[in-house]
């Protein structure tokens, strides 16, 4: 850095205390976002997440529908939220859980089909966009237990299994 400390450059002393729980314009790996990619508005996922920094996040997604959501699903997305953020939030947030994990979506690929829609992608989908009208029952750090208007119970897994079948690779086997 040609002679110049971090402590006397002003642009990184002020990136070493900004806020990362509230939206900024930066699109690097790592940020969840919500909007088009013209306007993108993207939350830092390692921050430890609070309920404030996840009320930021769906304050966000209130405003408009992402790109390549149908605007029912959107809509039933944002009840779903609501209530969500409502009964479990502040355990959501104290067992770790992150805006992708309960916001997150599919990256929309450089020039995507017209076909194309994020929400197929079960495994980069948030807990919240699958709710579709059911409630969350229980949450521990990994999982969610989804009741059905039928009364079963579905589990949702905060961490997804890598795509694949076991033995696709030689580290399956120990």
Not at 92 to 107: I, K, M, N, V, Y
Not at 125 to 149: F, K, N, Q
Not at 152 to 164: D, E, H, L, V, W
């Amino acid at each position: 850095m040609s002679g110049t400390s971090i402590a006397t450059n002003p642009y990184l002393q002020k990136l070493k205390t900004r806020d990362l729980s509230q939206p900024t314009k930066l699109t690097e790996p790592g940020f969840v976002g919500f909007v088009s990619s013209q306007r993108c508005l993207v939350f830092k996922n390692s921050v430890p997440p609070t309920l404030v920094a996840l009320q930021n996040v769906f304050t966000a997604l209130e405003r408009r529908c992402p790109d390549h959501v149908e605007p029912d699903r959107w809509r039933q997305a944002l009840e779903d939220c609501r209530r969500f953020l409502s009964q479990w939030g502040q355990q959501a947030a104290a067992l770790g859980w992150t805006a992708r994990d309960l916001f997150g979506l599919h990256e929309v690929p450089q020039m995507p089909h017209v076909s194309y829609r994020r929400l197929a992608r079960y495994d980069c989908t948030g807990l919240c966009w699958l709710l579709r009208g059911c409630e969350v029952v229980a949450l521990t750090d990994s999982t969610a237990a989804i009741r059905h208007p039928s009364g079963t119970i579905t589990t949702y897994r905060r961490f997804k299994p890598a795509i694949g079948l076991l033995g696709d690779s030689l580290d399956d086997f120990h």
